[in-house]
């Protein structure tokens, strides 16, 4: 058991690194190129949503062929 | 009759726009032509979407999209009559941003003359850990009635429920990642109730017959996709992707996707971007059956077939300036054109005939989509 302990202790500590709060590595004033339109996943919704809607159609697979979420956090 | 076109819209990919969680979208509104042309079938129609906020806390959208179907496709061709159909679909949906997260609801409801189909969703999407990741949970029931030209005793149903959830990560200045997942479940009648099978007959001068399909009435499929997107020096972006797709009928399919975005001076945009899809067929899948009511469930529906595809396509946007549209901020007119290929492994072209049954040559066909749309921001 002895020796267990410093492996134990190490465990312990890495598992409760992540529990602080967490450093942005990008900050919000680094992310301008990530605010260009030209970063969207989805430039314009209707034709996203058309392709998808053809894709879906004429194929056997279906799901995840959007992508969420832009996480710039620009506003 | 064209179930899968249900599906993308029953997830309200038409209402969710590519925003980040803490703001939301855009004002805006798209008028779009689009145009499919390919295999014998040609599918046209407008499609209206239109997103408006207030007091930077809701918002509410719209979206009103329309098929005018053509077919003569290679399964009318040899076992029924070409025909044509318009489908109409309305979606509307509301947005609630609060704090970090957004809160989304949304329905459809699309009809055409031997199907009509609801579905309601909802999501959230929240920012967390210094605004570099943004998660989005999402949900999406539906509820379809299935019915049979020319036949007034045949009406069926179909429910299905869509779970999401959507992991968006900023890795570097220049370098965003993306991560789906999306589990779709269906119950009900699943199969097309014009489309037959055939199997090998002796007594039949052509050698075969045809009987009517049978599906199972469960399906599950689980859906996977892994994306990235960088900017690069110059001003533009590229990005790639990939998607693994399996389901309880064994069907497999993966994708793989390449896009890239170059703006030019101020006001043109062009993309360019070439996709690569491939799947392996269903379970009962066959194209010729050795003799009739052979096993259980039976299919020769060529999407649940083994086959390929690949498409190319180009884009470009231009911003105009409107005189005395003041009230618009800023409008494009938008035009995308992707050319497709199709080939398939085990489904054969029956328009040859006086060959042994089985030795047709395997069906392929290339098709032409078109859109163009106007944008106004406002």
């Not at chain 2, 805006?28 to 239109?50: Q, T």
């Not at chain 2, 309601?120 to 949970?137: K, P, R, W």
């Not at chain 2, 890239?260 to 392996?280: H, K």
Request: aromatic share 14%.
């Amino acid at each position: 058991m002895k020796n267990l302990r410093p492996a134990l202790w190490l465990a312990i500590a890495l598992g409760t690194a992540g529990c602080g709060p967490v450093e942005p590595w990008v900050k919000p004033y680094e992310r301008e190129r990530l605010a260009d339109p030209i970063m969207s996943w989805d430039r314009d919704p209707v034709s996203a949503s058309y392709m998808k809607h053809v894709y879906e159609s004429r194929e056997g697979s279906r799901g995840a062929m959007g992508g969420a979420g832009g996480g710039c956090g620009c506003n | 009759m064209r179930r899968h076109a249900l599906l993308a819209l029953s997830c309200c990919a038409a209402l969710s726009a590519p925003a980040q969680a803490g703001v939301l979208a855009e004002d805006r509104a798209d008028v779009m032509y689009h145009l499919y042309d390919g295999g014998g079938v040609e599918i046209d129609g407008p499609s209206m979407l239109v997103r408006k906020k207030f007091a930077e806390k809701y918002a509410v959208s719209a979206n009103y999209y329309v098929d005018l179907v053509s077919s003569a496709s290679i399964d009318v061709v040899t076992t029924a009559s070409p025909y044509k159909e318009e489908r109409k679909e309305y979606s509307l949906g509301g947005e609630y941003l609060r704090g970090k997260s957004i809160y989304t609801v949304g329905f459809t409801n699309s009809k055409e003359n031997d199907y009509e189909a609801n579905a309601a969703s909802v999501s959230i999407s929240q920012d967390m850990f210094g605004d570099l990741t943004t998660l989005q949970l999402s949900f999406s029931r539906g509820w379809d009635q299935v019915f049979r030209r020319g036949d007034d005793t045949f009406e069926d149903r179909l429910d299905r429920r869509v779970y999401g959830a959507d992991l968006t990560q900023v890795a570097t200045k220049s370098l965003i990642l993306g991560l789906s997942w999306e589990t779709v479940t269906e119950e009900g009648f699943l199969n097309n109730p014009y489309r037959s099978v055939r199997y090998l007959d002796p007594e039949a001068a052509s050698g075969y017959s045809y009987q009517a399909e049978v599906y199972p009435r469960t399906r599950t499929g689980n859906a996977l996709a892994v994306r990235g997107r960088h900017f690069l020096p110059w001003r533009a972006a590229a990005q790639a992707e990939y998607r693994w797709y399996s389901d309880s009928w064994g069907v497999l399919g993966h994708t793989v996707e390449l896009s890239y975005t170059q703006p030019y001076g101020a006001r043109w945009v062009f993309d360019a971007r070439y996709r690569w899809y491939t799947q392996d067929g269903a379970d009962f899948y066959s194209d010729l059956f050795p003799r009739e009511d052979f096993q259980n469930f039976l299919a020769r529906d060529k999407e649940l077939a083994t086959m390929t595809s690949q498409t190319i396509g180009i884009g470009a946007s231009y911003e105009l300036r409107l005189p005395g549209m003041d009230f618009l901020e800023k409008t494009t007119v938008n035009f995308r054109y992707d050319y497709m290929l199709f080939d398939y492994d085990d489904f054969r072209d029956l328009r040859v005939t006086g060959v042994p049954p089985g030795t047709e040559p395997f069906y392929d066909f290339s098709a032409n989509v078109v859109q163009l749309f106007f944008s106004g921001w406002f």
